[in-house]
């Protein structure tokens, strides 16, 4: 069983940065990432990453302003999110899961899920 522990989140004025970590302990799954959902919205997938072979999926919405790392010492992700915009108001979940189609749709098949830590954009 996979434990995750999330850090950051904040409030961050529209254009800025900010850096979202979930370390992982226990019996990793392949995929970490994050999905987000926005007050009063539905869940979106946001990124993950194959912690083991590398690949990542970034979500439309986000790519070319958020970027998905990790620190394989630590078994640590990290979402790195620039050019921040009022839209992307939500709360972040990171989470562990067997395939990264389980961060976009079908969330419940996720093995683990963080308890969401909220970014707020706004001036």
């Known amino acids: 069983q996979v434990q995750l522990t999330e850090s950051g989140g904040g409030s961050v004025q529209p254009g800025g940065s900010h850096i979202l970590s979930c370390a992982a302990s226990?019996?990793?799954?392949?995929?970490m990432g994050w999905f987000r959902q926005p007050p009063g919205g539905d869940r979106e997938g946001v990124a993950v990453k194959h912690i083991r072979g590398g690949a990542t999926r970034i979500d439309a919405s986000v790519a070319g302003r958020f970027t998905i790392s990790q620190d394989n010492a630590k078994n640590t992700v990290f979402l790195q999110m620039n050019n921040l915009k009022p839209e992307d108001t939500a709360m972040y979940f990171c989470?562990?899961?067997?395939?990264?189609?389980?961060?976009?749709?079908?969330?419940?098949?996720?093995?683990?899920r963080g308890q969401g830590t909220l970014v707020n954009v706004s001036t």
């Open positions: 226990g019996q990793v799954p392949n995929y």
């Open positions: 989470a562990a899961g067997s395939r990264s189609e389980y961060f976009f749709r079908n969330w419940e098949k996720l093995d683990a």
